[in-house]
């Protein structure tokens, strides 16, 4: 089983920002794609961003893009996400994904993703 330990949530005001990490073990490491997804009370589990692993190519949710950024570090098998000019609306648990064969596309439905963190909680005041 894959290992996936996320680290970075907390509470901040409207403006602020947050940096999440997700920390991967050795066998996640070789995965294919690596990527973030949130999940607030009543909704169900979104897409928010995601990195091809070998070459660096990143996506984004639309609600997202030009305030996150998702970003990796090989030597420390760690995936970061950025999160700047945090709104009220981007409250929720953020949870850390890994696939070790196929992309995590803004498509991707979550429950077809192998491998998940325990999940971190950012909540944003207004």
């Known amino acids: 089983q894959a290992q996936l330990v996320e680290s970075g949530g907390g509470l901040v005001q409207a403006g602020g920002s947050l940096r999440l990490s997700c920390a991967a073990s050795r066998r996640t490491i070789s995965s294919y794609a690596m990527g973030w997804f949130r999940q607030s009370p009543g909704k169900g589990r979104e897409f928010v961003a995601a990195?091809?692993?070998?070459?660096?190519?990143?996506y984004y949710a639309n609600s997202v893009k030009g305030r996150f950024t998702i970003s990796r570090d090989n030597a420390k098998n760690t995936v970061y996400l950025e999160m700047n000019s945090l709104k009220p609306e981007d409250t929720a648990v953020y949870y850390c994904?890994?696939?070790?064969?196929?992309?995590?596309?803004?498509?991707?439905?979550?429950?077809?993703?192998?491998?998940w963190g325990q999940g971190t909680q950012v909540t944003v005041s207004s």
């Open positions: 990195i091809r692993w070998r070459d660096g190519i990143t």
């Open positions: 994904a890994a696939d070790p064969f196929r992309p995590i596309l803004p498509s991707t439905y979550y429950q077809t993703v192998p491998d």
